[in-house]
């Protein structure tokens, strides 16, 4: 793992928001977001369903954290300790090649507020400053209008001949 990299990726100020590393301290949080059916809307597993997929799922990007050095964040605003989202950018397979995918994920108390636009402009920011290697890409289902105008306002550009069956692609770096 680089050291610079997990230096300027575990903690992160954006304007409104801090952007950190998870803990397991954080699972009721994720189960929060992840497991409510609004946020789940574009999502086909549907939403989580208990506190075990939450560890789970902290202890896998935690795992990729120690390798990678950073990952998805748990987010939160400025003015609070409460999670209010997830975030950022790991390494997936897309089309026989690794990428980068720009994720994110708010509790609806926090949606219209820009905080999603915001993350993903940061996260790519990042991503092209100190992982330049790897191409971003954000996946979306052609239904999910708000998460579309987030990939548009992240700087990711439209990709059509990487689309699946299920995804509108956006990315950046792509050869």
């Known amino acids: 793992m680089n050291a610079l990299i997990k230096k300027v990726f575990e903690q992160v100020k954006t304007e409104n928001l801090i952007l950190r590393k998870p803990s397991e301290a954080d ?83 926090v949606w219209g507020r820009g905080y999603a636009a915001e993350v993903a402009r940061y996260s790519v920011y990042l991503a092209r400053e100190h992982l330049s290697e790897l191409p971003i890409i954000s996946r979306v289902r052609p239904s999910n209008i708000p998460s579309l105008r987030v990939a548009e306002k992240s700087g990711l550009l439209r990709h059509p001949s990487l689309d699946s069956a299920e995804h509108i692609v956006f990315t950046s770096g792509w050869d």
């Open 27 to 109: 699972a009721y949080a994720v189960l929060e977001i992840e497991g409510d059916p609004k946020t789940n809307t574009y999502r086909p597993s549907g939403p989580m369903k208990n506190m075990d997929e939450a560890l789970e799922k902290i202890e896998l990007w935690n795992k990729y954290w120690i390798t990678h050095g950073c990952g998805y964040w748990m987010i939160s605003e400025h003015k609070g300790s409460d999670v209010v989202g997830i975030g950022g950018v790991r390494n997936i397979n897309w089309q026989g090649r690794e990428v980068l995918n720009l994720y994110y994920r708010f509790s609806p108390k």
